[in-house]
């Protein structure tokens, strides 16, 4: 199921893998120290 989801929805998937859901994130919550990664 989870296979299928990921190709019906193949358009999201490349949004995240491109960078732009990152920089997004970075854009937004960048301050946030639980959301940067040196923080994990």
Do not use: F, K, M, P
């Amino acid at each position: 199921l989870t296979i299928e989801w990921y190709r019906a929805n193949a358009a999201w998937v490349a949004h995240v893998r491109s960078g732009e859901y990152r920089a997004y994130y970075e854009r937004n919550y960048g301050g946030r120290a639980a959301l940067r990664q040196e923080s994990v």
